[in-house]
C-alpha cells in the first residue's frame, strides 16, 4: 500500500467553525507533513512531525494546529480561519524524513465563507 | 535553500522527447536535485533525484553537468498524460521541500 489518504476530499466552513482534515498512511513512514497550494502557485510547507514529534513549523498562524496521534495519523485541526486561508491542503510521509522520496495524498479542497 | 529557476511552460507533442531546464547557480556542495510532477487537483508525486552525472528511472532521466548550476529533466516519447506542472527542487537532504514555481508542460496530440 503506497497511498497517502485524506479526508474530507472538500470542505466548506464558516470563519467561526472548528473542523479538522485527517490524512493517514500505512507504509511505516516516520515523517509526516502538512502542506498548503493556493491556485497556480506550488506547495508551500506548512509542518513536519518526525517520529510523532514535530520537528518543524513553518511560522504558521496558530489558527492551525497539528497533531499526530500516530505514526500512521495526522490531523489538522482549524478554528477560526479567513477567507485568505481556502486552499489545497496537502498531506504527505516519507520513510524517516532525511531527503528521502515524499507521498502525497490528493488533498482537501478547503474553502472559507 | 539554492534557488530554482525555470521556464514557466512548455509545449511540445506526443511522442517528442522534452527537455526541461532547472537553473540553480547557488547550489552548495551538500545539495542534491528533485524533480516532482503534479497533475491538477492532486498531491505532487517523485519523478526523480541527482546529485551529479546523470540519472535515470523508468521515467525520466535527469542530467547535470559538472559544476551542477543547472540540471535537465529529459522526459522521452510524452504522450498526453504527461501534462503537468514539474517542479525542480534542490536542497541538501532533509526534511524541507521548497518548491519552485515550477513549469506547466502541455502536451499536444
Known amino acids: 500500500d503506497t497511498e497517502v489518504t485524506q479526508t474530507p476530499k472538500h470542505l466548506v466552513m464558516g470563519m467561526t467553525n472548528k473542523k479538522s482534515l485527517k490524512c493517514e498512511q500505512h507504509?511505516?513512514?516516520?515523517?509526516m507533513y502538512w502542506y498548503k497550494q493556493k491556485a497556480k502557485k506550488p506547495p508551500e510547507l506548512m509542518f513536519v512531525?518526525?517520529?510523532?514529534?514535530?520537528?518543524i513549523n513553518e511560522s504558521v498562524p496558530s489558527r492551525f494546529s497539528p497533531e499526530c496521534p500516530n505514526s500512521s495519523l495526522l490531523n489538522l485541526h482549524l478554528h477560526a480561519l479567513q477567507p485568505e486561508d481556502s486552499a489545497l491542503y496537502l498531506c504527505?510521509?516519507?520513510?524517516?524524513?532525511?531527503?528521502?522520496?515524499?507521498?502525497f495524498g490528493p488533498g482537501t479542497r478547503l474553502t472559507v465563507t | 535553500l539554492a534557488k530554482t529557476t525555470q521556464p514557466i511552460s512548455m509545449d511540445s507533442y506526443e511522442g517528442q522527447e522534452v527537455n526541461i531546464t532547472c537553473s540553480h547557480n547557488?547550489?552548495?556542495?551538500?545539495?542534491?536535485i528533485t524533480w516532482y510532477q503534479q497533475f491538477p487537483s492532486q498531491g505532487p508525486r517523485f519523478i526523480i533525484q541527482?546529485?551529479?552525472t546523470k540519472v535515470t528511472n523508468e521515467v525520466a532521466s535527469l542530467f547535470i553537468p559538472a559544476d551542477r548550476k543547472s540540471s535537465t529533466l529529459s522526459l522521452p516519447r510524452v504522450s498526453l498524460s504527461d501534462t503537468a506542472v514539474y517542479y525542480c527542487?534542490?536542497?541538501?537532504?532533509?526534511?524541507?521541500?521548497?518548491f519552485g514555481s515550477g513549469t506547466r508542460l502541455l502536451v499536444r496530440p
Open positions: 504527505a510521509s516519507s520513510q524517516a524524513g532525511e531527503g528521502d522520496e515524499q507521498y
Open positions: 507504509m511505516g513512514h516516520r515523517a
Open positions: 512531525y518526525s517520529y510523532e514529534k514535530l520537528s
Open positions: 547557488n547550489i552548495a556542495t551538500n545539495d542534491y
Open positions: 541527482g546529485y551529479k
Open positions: 527542487l534542490v536542497g541538501d537532504i532533509g526534511y524541507k521541500l521548497i
